[in-house]
């Protein structure tokens, strides 16, 4: 254990015995932390999760919406980042938390459960925080039961709400049946209680102005040990965000009737700045990639708008739009189901409203 | 290709009722439903009459997942503007063993598979036969998909448009006016809420029929069944009638315009829709009846177009569960004698000669003439319920003598030549 | 190849579910094999067909083996089921105990599971059996590539944003995604082999578990109260006609629901 003395601020390094990897050491926030006890904390964690060293705006959710929870408690938000190349990462932290763990190592370039595990677990049990959170992201997915099951902790998995209690126990909701129902989960006594929660469910807070203070862990990693290895990735055509990710989607249906009249759907997406969606029928067919189905046997999504055009609304469908803020829908059929599981109806011919609704919104857009 | 003994295609009433006789009999029995689950394909208005069934299935009904007992029969006859409703009640009805029952298929059917399932009988769902499997004229199995099984027999169950009947060349072609169409919703109720607006009992139930205006002037009618904890509200209308009419009607507002009713409005008030289905009615009676045997095939249900519409009920489901307690019978002599052709199976037509079932159909072989009667669904309903509507009216004139109110209606309406007509031809009923 | 398929029954997507009580769900009684895991069977079975080897499924389930019997329907060649009263109110972590400790003495080579159940949508069995096993796992995969068993393998898994190509070494855990396979649909005479088949019944006791490891004492997460979903208010359906309904659309989007 090293003391660094700058200035009347300490930072503490921890030398981890094993491969000893370059550190770096970089003081930026200038609140102390001295004595720093190891015991149980009531500590909020965030994993933050990023991509090719950028930090995904789910993670920003999560904290944000940590500093509202640390509110009852009085509790310190902390980021966990792991990757490689992360100073531009960390920057974009800072104001969000009190800490930040940072792992910064080639190994961590691209996510494996084995090496993030391996390298979160030991830092987790030193410091016991109360709550661990992560974005229900296919990462979020892998990791957090994995990591859950290795800490002997409980997990609730991709929620639409958190909520505390007085006494710093979480409750988290989650959709179960595909959405049909929601349950209020509580945790044991195990430390942390980990949930990973969908995409769009907090805002991004751009007002907490937090300082944080970060904290270099070194990696335990032993390449060769590792058994899983990532050889690539085959990235999506377009430079769309994920539809669980985005913010508008616009989704076409069976009703769009041949898959050139996408073209139609994706020309409002770029006006909207939205991503596309669709639904069972359509990937069926094979008009359109998987990855863009909405419904039971594909995503959920969480967008603030969602349009649909051309969809019957049949159940597992609609399941997969329960969350989103406002709905829109436009059919042929006026006893279409998906009017009830819409905010705003028309009952039209989407070949002439879609076209019709992008110039609209252009002209909006501009003034 | 491997073999079993008996494969009945389709697993609703017949089919099962079929599987039910065998379950004892020692064969490799196996039931091929092409949906998710026994029932979830089947539809009835409905109410089962038990009366006939305790001869052919005497220990089923301890158990059955019944609805309530019908102990109040109501006809109901519907003008433009009112209607008159006539309501039988009998102690007879009220009594163990009770006649009739309510029903809800998708919980009986359901139930009755399984316990066909529990005695050995194979119910296999999803699975869709294609052909049959012919060698010469002698069925010898089915294909299901890719899948051929042999069999000593096939029991065809497969319902109204019976492909397998076609398939064995039994069935002639299928004309409109043997067929009806009917369309219901089930509708969530309390169940005293039930009993409260129905004057009924606690379990008991009420079956009532509707004629009249509400068809349009086409062949059909209404019904409305008191289930334990919801109504079955629906209508029935001749295909035939239907396609005649111009501009064509679309089903959904025959049934809304139904609701919209008060005398309808007011028994369905709170209520909340919980099922919507449909189903073809064979209405042909004894003049669509296929041929019901063959070598290695035996048609039961409504696949052998055993449907009856007697005008105050319409008859399936007897006849569906009678039907298929006899072909397994039939199968089980012919296992004895090892032999499934054509003249050993043609004791199958002889038992439902002499069953209920072919006595009725014959009995009521004219009332699919008397249905053609356009009159039946708009005039005389709606000159009834005018008539009491005249007879029970005091206003402001004076009151006339009530043997003039009712000769004048009479005269007005009934003396007429189509209607003396119609009286000639109502005899057959 | 030894190969284990973890299935679990699930109500239909089809099946009503409401909320009874704060504590209690009413679930009609229609349920299916969960349509990921049929994926997982397809995978086991194909696998068996390039390599040779055993299938067998295995469920913890103190009720319903209907699941099980699919998986010998489509061709599995033995089924497990693990059962006991303790195990009734168990969360997902339990369950993984259970199933880790029946696998954890069998020479298995590979095991599969679906994403995710269609019941508790959660995702947790998969990944808490790999890693109380020691194995590496990769979850919704949507390709498998196995040369040679004994090296590694290849595999493609769904990610934000494309398709993931990793490498991993066997024995190892794979969560299945719709898209790496077309599920057969069993045969007449293989559902009613599946029928027959005797099940065999494994307890806690067996597995050297007690009733400390499963139930809702040993459980680390909890259902405190269930609720409905959010009802939407009704529908707004614009009345006007073309293109007026359009621009009335773009105005309710801009100024009451404020999305743009």
Partial sequence: MKFTILDCQFSIDFLKPGILKNYKLEIVNRK?????????????????????????????????????????????????LLGSGLQEAVKSLIPFADKIYLMDDPAFASYTSDAYLINMAPLIKEHQPSILLGGATSTGKDLFPRLATHLQTGYAPDCTGLAMKENGKLVAKRPLYGGKVFAEMTFSEARPQMATVRNNTFLVNQNINKSAQVISISSHTDPSSLKKKVLGLEKAAGTKLDITEAEIVVAGGRGIKAPENFKMIEEL??????????????????????????????????????MAFGISGAIHHVLGIGTCKTVVAVDTDPNALIFNYADYGIVGDLFQIVPALTEELKKAMKE | MEKVDVIIVGGGLAGLSCAYELADSGMTVIVLERGDFSGSKNVTGGRIYLSPLRNYLPDLWKEAPLERHVTKEFITLLGETNSATFELYSNRFNREPYPSYTILRAKFDRWLADLVSEKGVFVIPQKNVNDLIKEGDKVIGI?????????????????????????????????????????????????????DRFRLGEKEGAAQLFVGTLTKGIMGGGFLYTNQESLSLGMVVGIHSLNQREPREEIYKFLDGFKERPEIKNLIKGGEVVEYSAHLISEGGIHIKPKVYGDGILVTGDAAGLGLNMLVTVRGMEYAMASGVLAGRTIKMAKEKNDFSASTLSHYEKLLNESFIMNEMNNFKNTLSILENERLFSKYPQVISDLFEKVMRVDEHPKESLYKTIFQGLKGSFLSLDTFKDWLKFRKI | M?????????????????????????????????????????????????????????????????????????????????????????????????????????????????????DDDAGIVGPAVAELLGIPHVNTIIGLEINDPKKEVKVIREVEGGKEILSCSLPALFTCQKGLNNPRIPQVMNVMKAMKTQIKKIDLAALGLSVADAGSQAAKIKVQKYLSPPKRPPVKMIKEDFPENVKALVKLLREEAKVI
Avoid at chain 1, 46 to 67: N, P, T, Y
């Fill in chain 3, 2 to 118: 030894e190969i284990y398929i973890l299935v679990k029954q699930v109500p239909d997507p089809e099946a009503i579910v409401k909320v009874k009580s704060d504590s209690e769900l009413e679930i009609e009684n229609k349920y299916f094999t969960n349509f990921f895991d049929e994926i997982a069977i397809e995978a086991g079975l194909k696998l068996r067909e390039k390599f040779g080897g055993k299938v067998t499924v295995l469920t913890v389930d103190n009720k319903k083996v209907d699941a099980l019997r699919r998986g010998i329907a489509m061709g599995a060649d033995d089924a497990i089921q693990i059962t006991d009263p303790a195990l009734e109110g168990s969360d997902q972590f339990a369950i993984a105990k259970a199933l880790a400790a029946y696998l954890k003495d069998k020479p298995f080579g590979l095991i599969l599971a679906g994403r995710q159940a269609m």
């Fill in chain 2, 143 to 195: 294909k299901a998909e890719d899948e051929e099984i042999g069999a000593d027999c096939v029991v065809a169950a497969d319902g109204i448009l019976s492909f397998m009947a076609e398939k064995a060349g039994l069935r002639q072609p299928f004309q409109p006016q043997h067929f009806a169409l009917g369309f219901k919703e089930v509708i969530a109720l309390d169940p005293k809420t039930i009993e």
């Fill in chain 1, 269 to 306: 997406s770029d006006v909207l700045n939205a991503s596309v969606g669709t639904t069972r029928a359509t990937v069926d067919e094979g008009w359109r990639d998987q990855k863009d189905q909405i419904g039971k046997s594909g995503k959920n999504i969480s967008a603030k708008l969602y």
């Fill in chain 1, 32 to 80: 102390s932390q001295i004595g720093e006890e190891h015991i149980m904390s009531n500590e909020i964690w965030v994993f933050a999760e990023q991509q090719e060293g950028k930090v995904r705006k789910v993670a920003f959710e999560l904290l944000s919406a940590g500093a509202e929870l640390s509110k009852k408690t009085g509790s310190q938000v902390a980021a966990i």
